[in-house]
């Protein structure tokens, strides 16, 4: 049986649990638009954990747009417990509340985002730079493998554990890496991250998350945004599909040209003028000169 066989195959609905009497509740870590993330101890499993809560209307409504086009989406916590490799974040259990909040069990990461690592301009990033983009590049070719869509990479879904080991994490929005998952419509996630087909409602595949891949490597390697940002999420959009990222040696003049023609290729606004796969993108940023960035 296939791995998504497996999914679409029942018996994924996880258990059903007393919040309160499970998990004691040590502090919030993050927030997203459809859930809540807490740092909690894990009475039944005896360790410290990372708990993400669910809003119940919310996740329904994202998930019912899919039955309305005849499909079967795996939930979030279908995908996350299948997934096995180092660099995707472990997922021990997955379930509804007592309270009918979905919820995931994870594994507790001591470390920093990635999105932290930029922002402060972390020495921590000094040396490490190819290696933690090559970590990435292992988490999508091990997900585009099995096959799925992430489609919601950017800095803040990554993390970076004290041993400097990276891992993808939220799979709220990947889909199945199939024709019927695939289809123009899905304009969800990180607006700066978006790759233009899918502002245009277009087709996809596996391109859109060579381009959310770029882009996060671009904001690694200049510590900043191939167009710039703005506070309005159709101006962002419009500037994407309009006009030209700034070049990557202008934002940090100290990147080799080598470099540059990759980090530039990885974001191209046509798809075929783009690295086809994460593995040719990751081939290219072993044939630069310097790994050392």
């Not at 747009?65 to 974040?89: D, I, Q, T």
């Not at 909040?101 to 972390?122: C, H, Q």
Request: glycine share 8%; hydrophobic share 35%; aromatic share 8%.
């Amino acid at each position: 049986m296939s791995f998504l066989s497996k999914l679409f195959g029942g018996g994924g609905k996880g258990k059903t649990v007393d919040a309160a009497k499970r998990w004691d509740l040590q502090g919030r870590t993050g927030q997203g638009s459809m859930s809540k993330v807490f740092k909690a101890y894990d009475r039944e499993l005896g360790r410290t954990v990372c708990l993400k809560l669910m809003d119940k209307d919310k996740t329904k409504k994202f998930e019912d747009r899919f039955k309305v086009m005849g499909l079967k989406k795996p939930s979030e916590g279908e995908v996350c417990v299948a997934l096995k490799h180092v660099n995707c974040l472990k997922t021990y259990e997955h379930g509804r509340t007592t309270a009918g909040e979905p919820y995931l069990v994870m594994e507790w990461i001591d470390g920093l985002g990635l999105n932290y690592l930029i922002e402060t301009k972390s020495p921590q990033l000094d040396g490490n730079r190819v290696k933690y983009v090559n970590q990435l590049c292992e988490a999508l070719m091990y997900l585009h493998a099995v096959p799925y869509l992430h489609r919601d990479l950017c800095p803040r879904n990554v993390m970076v554990d004290k041993e400097g080991v990276v891992k993808l994490i939220d799979f709220g929005l990947t889909i199945p890496f199939t024709p019927a998952f695939c289809v123009p419509g899905n304009r969800t996630g990180t607006v700066d991250f978006l790759a233009p087909e899918i502002i245009k409602r277009m087709t996809t595949d596996q391109r859109v998350d060579v381009f959310a891949l770029g882009v996060t490597a671009y904001e690694m390697f200049t510590g900043a945004m191939p167009w710039e940002p703005s506070p309005s999420s159709e101006v962002s959009l419009s500037r994407k599909l309009n006009t030209l990222p700034r070049k990557a040696e202008v934002m940090n003049p100290k990147l080799d040209a080598d470099i540059v023609r990759v980090l530039m290729k990885c974001i191209e606004r046509d798809r075929a003028e783009r690295f086809p796969t994460v593995v040719a993108f990751k081939d290219a940023l072993a044939r630069c000169e310097r790994q050392d960035y």
